[in-house]
């Protein structure tokens, strides 16, 4: 019988609903040591959260996250709010010794991200960081095969985020659903919101990044401030490339932008070996694109993985439908739930940590630096 684990939400935008869908699912299709339990959900405005709360479950709200984070029947915190939030609620959390799971970036900058490290190493609190990419399953067989060796030594790591929603100069920034404009709430534009994704992955998939050679745009320079009122510099990076090395000699290739009309999400890798490569795009995400060189020469060619294997030899599919029926973006939230649920039950945390997810804020914070100073940066 799974025990109870009380969730305490806080945010109920995007994330507050992707991450509510995931608990709701979960035990559903994974049979699991913890059931999370829908307990509280939290933001300022009482009649939205209420009417948040009763959509999707929840069995009461808070309108000031100190409160849900008093409260002895909550165990676990979910912190789905704008970045310039994570760092107070994660040290609160902590300190009370909840249990904690922050969206990403982890924090603002890297000093930040520490500081909260070292909050939840010293509590002892389970923790994980939604990197949520991950656990889509072609890139966990990505990272399967990777590490059979079936690429052999890797050569080079390309990757792209791409939108195009912020190209008209009349968007404001700030407030509710343009707080990732304004640089006060969000730390940076695409580099923390979109490469973030792109570089946890690429950590994850062929290890550390030691030195960035970066530039940054920010296409349009100022923008009416929703909080004030007034026409504000924006602060942000808008688009943003990085050349990378990889600690393992690869070379990388990252570029992310908000200004590539006509692309709406459009997260894709490729990863080229001595032996062959692999490529994902977010758009077609149940499949893997991979080349074998060691086939048969006549035959030799990309092939394209439906990752819907029921038998266990797809990394989750086996808790889904049947063979050839994909899956979508919200399982991947839903994958990372059970990954957690699995490890706070040992006391453990589910990776990337708070810990990994450093790694990428500091990644982060060497491609701004790199930008803005005009030379190669070192990682850390
Ligand atoms: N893993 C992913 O793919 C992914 C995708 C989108 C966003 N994110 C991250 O999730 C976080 C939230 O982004 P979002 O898109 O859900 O934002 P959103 O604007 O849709 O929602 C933000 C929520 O925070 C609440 N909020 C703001 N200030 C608050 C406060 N002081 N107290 C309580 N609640 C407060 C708002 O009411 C709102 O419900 C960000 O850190 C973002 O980077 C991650």
Same mark, same amino acid.
Request: glycine letters at 8%; proline letters at 6%; aromatic letters at 4%.
């Given at each position: 019988m799974a025990k109870p684990l009380n969730i305490g939400m806080i945010g109920y935008g995007f994330m507050g609903r992707a991450h509510s869908n995931a608990y709701n699912r979960v035990s559903n299709f994974f049979d699991l040591p913890l059931r999370p339990v829908l307990k509280a959900a939290c933001a300022r405005n009482a009649a939205a959260v209420q009417a948040f709360a009763d959509r999707w479950g929840y069995e009461s709200i808070e309108t000031d996250w100190r409160r849900l984070i008093e409260r002895p029947d909550i165990d676990a915190v979910d912190i789905c709010v704008p970045n310039n939030l994570h760092r107070e609620i994660a040290l609160a959390a902590a300190? &009370?010794?909840?249990?904690i799971l922050c969206e990403k970036p982890l924090a603002m900058n890297s000093a930040e991200g520490e500081e909260m490290c070292?909050?939840?190493?010293?509590?002892?609190? *389970? !923790? #994980?960081?939604w990197y949520n990419y991950r656990r889509v *399953? &072609?890139?966990t067989l990505a990272k399967r095969l990777i590490d059979e060796g079936r690429l052999g030594r890797i050569f080079h790591y390309r990757a792209n985020f791409l939108q195009d929603w912020t190209i008209s100069e009349d968007l404001p920034q700030g407030g509710a659903g343009l707080w990732r404009l304004d640089a006060a709430a969000a730390g940076s534009g695409v580099t923390g919101d979109l490469l973030a994704h792109c570089i946890d992955t690429a950590i994850w998939l062929n290890g550390r990044i030691s030195d960035v050679g &970066?530039?940054?745009? #920010?296409?349009?320079? %100022?923008?009416?401030? !929703?909080? #004030?009122? %007034?026409?504000?510099p924006v602060g942000i990076d808008d688009a943003c490339a990085f050349l990378c090395h990889f600690q393992n000699g690869s070379l990388g290739l990252f570029e992310s932008t908000r200004y590539a009309r006509g692309h709406k999400a459009l997260y894709t890798f490729e990863i080229n070996g001595e032996h062959g490569s692999l490529k994902w795009d977010l758009h077609d995400l149940h499949r893997l694109e991979f080349f074998d060189h060691g086939d048969e020469g006549r035959l030799r060619g990309w092939r394209s993985i439906h990752v819907t294997d029921h038998s266990g030899d797809h990394p989750y599919m086996d808790k889904w439908w049947v063979p050839g029926l994909q899956i979508g973006y919200e399982h991947s939230f839903v994958h990372q739930v059970a990954d957690f649920l699995e490890a706070a039950a040992r006391?453990?945390?589910? &990776? *990337? #940590?708070?810990r990994d997810a450093l790694e990428t804020q500091q990644v982060c914070d060497a491609v701004l630096r790199s930008a803005s100073e005009r030379q190669w940066a070192t990682v850390g």
């Open positions: 300190a &009370a010794g909840k249990m070292q909050a939840v190493e010293r509590a002892g609190v *389970p !923790n #994980t960081v *399953p &072609a890139v &970066a530039m940054t745009e #920010t296409f349009v320079k %100022q923008r009416m401030h !929703n909080l #004030t009122g %007034q026409v504000e006391g453990e945390s589910a &990776a *990337p #940590t708070f």
